[in-house]
């Protein structure tokens, strides 16, 4: 039963413009959101997290958005630099100290120069 | 700070056999979680250990079952091996804080044939 999904499993970007992430989930349980990126023969990296009680949070080029009416959050990243290219999980927990994250199927991004 | 490590790197296995992975957790770190990553999918919550016992499970079955070491070092066990267990297996350490404080290590790939 997947609770959190990526439905795009890959996006291209050109150097310098917007990348844009989708994830939608179904727990309505669900009241903290991780991003998570991850480059080949690594670990899954924090990226930036956001609370049910907020609709937008940001971090440098990274701004999460949540509509919890629709169920649904993105990742903007602005600029997109060559570093950003790779695989970019969604996750879900029932509160920030919930250790059992539901993960999505991920989104690899590659940003062309 | 070597952060999170994770032995074998790589493990090839019989269905039917037993295996046992390891982890060490970044120092400081008290609480182990382990995930399991079948490829193409997001990784899934298998469980996590703090003060030497579980604290939350996944929906995994109890041929998977861990252990934490009185230095918060952790193994995973997984007992009648199904093909269906080949993936990426990853462990996460952290302070017990909060989620986004989790640091992932590189992950254990395993192959049953």
């Known amino acids: 039963d997947q609770q959190v999904k990526q439905n795009s499993p890959s996006l291209s970007v050109q150097e310098g413009r917007i990348s844009i992430l989708n994830c939608d989930y179904t727990n309505s349980m669900f009241d903290y959101f991780l991003w998570y990126k991850k480059y080949p023969a690594e670990g899954p990296t924090f990226l930036i997290s956001?609370?049910?009680?907020?609709d937008k949070n940001e971090d440098g080029r990274f701004t999460v958005f949540l509509n919890k009416s629709a169920k649904h959050l993105s990742l903007h990243i602005v600029p997109s630099q060559p570093g950003d290219s790779a695989v970019y999980f969604c996750a879900a927990s029932e509160g920030f100290n919930d250790y059992k994250l539901s993960f999505g199927a991920g989104t690899t991004v590659t940003v062309r120069a | 700070d070597a952060g999170v490590t994770q032995s074998p790197t790589h493990l090839i296995k019989t269905r039917g056999q037993q295996v046992t992975l390891r982890c060490s957790p970044k120092s400081g770190h008290d609480t182990v979680s382990w995930y399991q990553q079948a490829l193409g999918q997001g990784p899934q919550f298998i469980f996590q250990y703090y003060e030497e016992e579980e604290r939350q499970r996944g929906n995994f079955p109890d041929r998977f079952s861990g252990h934490q070491f009185p230095n918060y070092s952790s193994e995973l066990n997984v007992n009648a091996l199904w093909l269906g267990d080949s993936a990426l297996y990853l462990c996460?350490?952290?302070?017990?804080?909060?989620?986004?404080?989790?640091?992932f290590g590189p992950g254990t790939r395993l192959t049953v044939t």
């Open positions: 996460a350490s952290s302070s017990g804080l909060a989620v986004y404080e989790q640091y």
């Open positions: 956001i609370s049910s009680i907020k």
